[in-house]
């Protein structure tokens, strides 16, 4: 079965530095892979997605992810956050299972921005 | 935007009662998903659905029901709440042809 971990529950990040978020999948073959953002009270908003080609993939708000196949990772990178970055952030696996499509979500990452 | 609309956004209900939300969408995407959030937990699955009357279960399933008779809608029923159903409720759908799931904006559910 297909698995997302996220090991880190929060991170902590002054304005204007750099950020990762971590993202590793468990999927036999090659997975879609997604990441979401998700404001207080409000729905998930994609950022970005993987599914073939290039392995590093732009987003919105400046984001952008890499997949990296030998290491199972699919990593959220910005180079300088802005204080309105702070949100929860959700990694996502997206795969056939038995002829249904079922994605599959990771815990999230809360995003904290210090000023 | 994939055009999905949650009703209601917010409901207060006593333990044992029936509850239904409902989710609309206007784009006739053929899957369609009810998750549940929680501390600590994500998003898992409760039910999804893959047409009109084909649906399955997800890894929470227990103490749900779901309908969907009509391409837009799909039904999320707690037959008779409890207090560990208090939660925040997203439904979502999957957007051909790059398999892209989009969510509504979240039903917030407590049972008293």
């Known amino acids: 079965a297909q698995s997302v971990t996220q090991p880190d529950i929060h991170i902590t990040v002054s304005e204007g530095a750099s950020l990762e978020l971590r993202c590793n999948y468990s999927?036999?073959?090659?997975?879609?892979l997604f990441w979401y953002v998700q404001s207080p009270g409000q729905g998930l908003q994609l950022l970005l997605k993987?599914?073939?080609?290039?392995?590093l993939v732009q987003g919105i708000k400046g984001f952008e992810a890499e997949f990296k196949r030998s290491q199972s990772s699919f990593n959220l990178r910005k180079p300088s956050v802005h204080w309105s970055d702070a949100a929860e952030y959700f990694c996502a696996v997206g795969s056939a299972s038995g002829g249904s499509y079922i994605p599959t979500f990771g815990r999230g990452t809360s995003l904290i921005v210090h000023p | 935007d994939a055009g999905i609309t949650q009703s209601p956004r917010h409901k207060v209900t006593e333990t044992g009662t029936p509850v239904t939300l409902r989710c609309h969408q206007t784009e006739n995407h053929r899957y369609m998903y009810w998750y549940r959030q929680d501390p600590g937990h994500g998003l898992r699955l409760i039910h999804y659905?893959?047409?009109?009357?084909?649906?399955d279960k997800g890894e929470v399933s227990d103490g749900y029901s779901v309908s969907r008779s009509k391409t837009e809608d799909f039904l999320l029923t707690l037959e008779s709440a409890t207090s560990s159903q208090t939660s925040v409720y997203f439904c979502a759908t999957k957007s051909p042809p790059e398999d892209t799931i989009y969510f509504g904006e979240g039903s917030w559910l407590t049972v008293v």
């Open positions: 659905s893959y047409g009109v009357k084909d649906t």
């Open positions: 999927y036999g073959a090659t997975p879609y």
């Open positions: 993987y599914f073939s080609g290039d392995t």
